[in-house]
């Protein structure tokens, strides 16, 4: 006979084997997300800043406005999926991104269709109005509070291979971590992990544009995603400010950013229009928008 409080070896077997059942029976993103919460440490926040995922509104996916697809997929989709990224592109099997994730998520996506796959973005801590991580992108979905429920942080960035992270219930201690640390401006970040299909627009509050798009197609495509759409303070380099600061990306981008200033400065549209025009490298233009970022708006500028 089993005394009150003993479990014989088979018992502990068979429900180490339920538990186990149910964990891979469950989708790879509650996985991700329960393996995460047990990593996690401290309170919540009250209030919670919002989480925003950054984007350039102007960017083409697989020839098509980025914003038209959305709107007609009803879904934002990571890297895995579009094949574009405001960082780095190695979101395929075997690579950087893919090997991350395995770390983070203990290998919860590693077999999972890339639809499944988390979309990334940044808590806004210092509640910035141009959003947590304008160093991927102008513009930004600011995510409606209750998807936050399913969304994990972490500090550094995961290219850094951190160890410290969070879930909206236990947020506060990554938090004080985060603002106790003095980056620079644009990696001045908690990274964001939103699981499961992000959908557009019930996950979301808005979509916060930069002013220099007022009154043009990219405005009114935002409005087709059925969402409030809000503007911020706006990017604006004055090309007299960047030629101050020729070793922060490199001269050679100081110099692309000069070839492609109108009347004196630069903004998201005038980066836009450079990239469609194929005529440059992404990745040299992306060193000209961590410019603009960086030194275009008071918010960062004064860091």
């Not at 009150?4 to 068979?14: A, K, L, M, T």
């Not at 996985?31 to 989480?51: F, I, K, N, Q």
């Not at 009803?74 to 190695?90: A, D, I, K, W």
């Not at 469609?276 to 008071?298: C, I, M, S």
Request: aromatic residues 8%; neutral net charge.
């Amino acid at each position: 006979m089993t005394r009150i409080g003993e479990i014989r070896w088979p018992q502990v077997r068979s429900s180490a084997r339920i538990h186990e059942v149910e964990s891979r029976s469950a989708a790879p993103w509650e996985r991700a997300l329960r393996h995460v919460a047990t990593l996690a440490v401290g309170d919540a926040l009250d209030p919670l800043p919002s989480v925003t995922l950054h984007f350039h509104p102007d960017r083409l996916v697989a020839g098509t406005p980025i914003l038209e697809a959305i709107a007609r997929d009803r879904h934002y989709r990571s890297q895995f999926e579009t094949g574009v990224s405001n960082g780095g592109l190695t979101a395929h099997p075997g690579g950087d991104r893919w090997r991350w994730e395995s770390r983070m998520f203990a290998c919860a996506y590693d077999d999972a269709p890339a639809a499944q796959r988390p979309k990334y973005g940044s808590l806004n801590v210092r509640r910035r109005r141009v959003g947590g991580s304008p160093r991927f992108g102008s513009a930004h979905l600011r995510l409606a509070p209750h998807a936050l429920e399913r969304t994990t942080f972490c500090y550094p960035d995961s290219v850094l291979e951190p160890a410290d992270f969070g879930v909206a219930t236990r947020l506060s201690t990554l938090v004080a971590i985060a603002l106790a640390e003095h980056r620079d401006a644009l990696d001045d970040y908690i990274e964001a992990h939103v699981h499961g299909p992000l959908r557009v627009p019930d996950d979301v509050e808005a979509i916060v544009l930069d002013p220099c798009y007022r009154g043009t197609d990219i405005e009114g495509a935002a409005h087709a995603l059925g969402c409030p759409v809000e503007c911020h303070p706006g990017f604006r380099l004055d090309v007299a400010e960047l030629r101050r600061h020729p070793g922060y990306r490199g001269p050679e981008y100081v110099e692309l950013g000069l070839s492609l200033a109108r009347d004196g400065y630069l903004d998201p549209g005038i980066l836009g229009a450079a990239a469609r025009t194929g005529r440059h490298d992404e990745q040299a233009l992306k060193r000209v928008w961590n410019y603009v970022a960086r030194f275009g708006t008071p918010e960062l500028a004064r860091r």
